[in-house]
């Protein structure tokens, strides 16, 4: 019988597992963890977002310029065929508000406990605490040796064909440390630097303003860059600035930073209404009002908003209610920097596409394929980095069964 192993337990790894043993391979599924998928039980903590129901044209736009190639993966497993395979495993889904497909339970321990009974019924074995260093020794015969940290000491073990799956760099807590990066690179795979894919910047507030706005939202606002033109909301830090709406503009904002070592966001603070509407509001006579006042009463602005505006409105400017105007409509906030790689929802980078074949084999290291998030595509999140994950994952583990065939 021919074997496989497959290094890291996420949910590229386990669908690869899951197609390998239907094809009735031996398959060791070896991980660094005390138990699989952690990131994936993380990822359920806020409802887990397991696809989009968008139509699939606009649903393969969202992998950018990595669009054709992570399309190839998703012909053969679409969102549709996602939303299929988790009622297999008695999960049941539903489309939120936003277009989005969640579990009716909104969590992944269910899910994920099925799969892995399915997995053990399918006689695909686990070792947890196995920690894969980043060598394979090619053998005669044209199976691959790899070397594990264990508790028991070093482990060796043989495998006819090997799928890497080993996540990107953040939450290094869950398992994925992006330490497989050094490996690969001394090992003559070219892999793009991981960078952090929807995460938060650092913003320079004044002290009064990380003091006072740590932890409060800011609701519909209207952010620009470059062609990103969203509405949505997101929350201040005492670092700067997270969630969903910055994440979403978030790889263009990252690039900038990159290559000029700043960027600078737009908000509009008032979407719901016209610069020259504000302007009308704003030249109502003042009288003995404050400024703060004078704001809140005319255009609603208060609170973390005003805030806002006191933080980069230049102050000779403040009293021009048309330059006030204009700042609502958009307000310049400037990026530092990003937030570190370990704090971000995913990474961009990794294996580059030019190092694989249309299977995903390493083609300087045959008989070793990769899949998921160490890959270098990058998506926003939507259900966008689940779907390709457990897509790649079919893709190597077809890719092996194609191998092993030519063998
Ligand atoms: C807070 C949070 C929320 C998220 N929410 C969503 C969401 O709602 N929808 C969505 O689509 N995506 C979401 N994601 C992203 C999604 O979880 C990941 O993209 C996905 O888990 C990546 O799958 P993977 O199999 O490629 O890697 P991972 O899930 O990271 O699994 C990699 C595995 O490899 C193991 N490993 C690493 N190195 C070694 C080694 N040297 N030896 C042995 N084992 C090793 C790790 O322990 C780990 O188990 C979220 C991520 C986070 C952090």
Not at 104 to 116: D, F, N, V
Not at 130 to 148: P, R, Y
Not at 284 to 298: D, F, N, Q
């Amino acid at each position: 019988m021919k074997t496989a192993a497959i290094i890291g337990g996420g949910p590229a790894g386990l669908m690869a597992a899951e197609v390998l043993s239907g094809h009735g391979l031996q398959v060791d599924v070896y991980d660094s963890m005390s138990s699989l998928g952690r990131k994936f039980l993380m990822a359920g903590k806020s409802g887990l977002n397991l696809t989009h129901s968008e139509p699939f044209e606009k649903f393969v736009s969202r992998y950018g310029s990595k669009k054709q190639e992570v399309e190839k993966w998703l012909l053969k497993f679409t969102p549709d065929d996602l939303i299929e395979w988790a009622r297999g495993l008695g999960v049941e889904t539903f489309v939120g508000t936003s277009g989005r497909v969640f579990p009716k339970e909104m969590k992944a321990s269910p899910l994920l406990r099925a799969w892995l009974k399915r997995l053990d019924a399918a006689g695909v074995h686990v070792h947890l605490r196995h920690k894969w260093m980043g060598n394979i020794t090619a053998e005669d015969d044209g199976a691959s040796s790899l070397a594990f940290e264990t508790p028991d000491g070093l482990k060796t073990v043989k495998a006819d064909a090997v799928i890497l799956s080993l996540g990107g760099g953040s939450w290094a807590r869950l398992g994925s440390s992006g330490e497989w990066v050094h490996w690969l690179d001394q090992a003559g795979v070219k892999v793009e630097a991981l960078k952090p894919s929807n995460c938060g910047f650092d913003v320079a507030w004044s002290p009064f303003f990380k003091e006072k706005f740590d932890g409060q939202p800011i609701k519909s606002v209207v952010l620009t860059f470059g062609e990103f033109h969203q509405q949505g909301e997101f929350i201040v830090t005492k670092e700067g600035v997270e969630g969903s709406l910055v994440y979403a503009a978030s790889a263009g904002m990252r690039d900038e930073i990159l290559a000029n070592g700043k960027a600078v966001m737009r908000l509009d603070l008032a979407p719901d209404k016209t610069e020259a509407q504000l302007f009308e509001k704003l030249s109502k006579p003042r009288g003995s009002r404050s400024m703060a006042s004078h704001l809140e009463k005319t255009v609603g602005m208060k609170g973390v908003k005003a805030g806002l505006l006191r933080e980069f409105v230049p102050k000779d400017e403040f009293a021009d209610m048309a330059r006030l105007a204009f700042y609502i409509k958009q307000l310049p906030v400037p990026l530092a920097a990003t937030r570190p790689l370990d704090e971000a929802i995913s990474s961009a980078g990794g294996v580059s596409f030019e190092s694989l074949d249309e299977q995903l084999m390493l083609k300087n290291v045959p008989g070793v394929f990769c899949a998921g998030e160490m890959l270098d595509w990058e998506a926003p999140t939507g259900g966008y980095l689940l779907t390709a994950c457990f897509a790649s994952g079919r893709v190597a583990a077809n890719g092996v069964m194609k191998w092993q065939g030519n063998r």
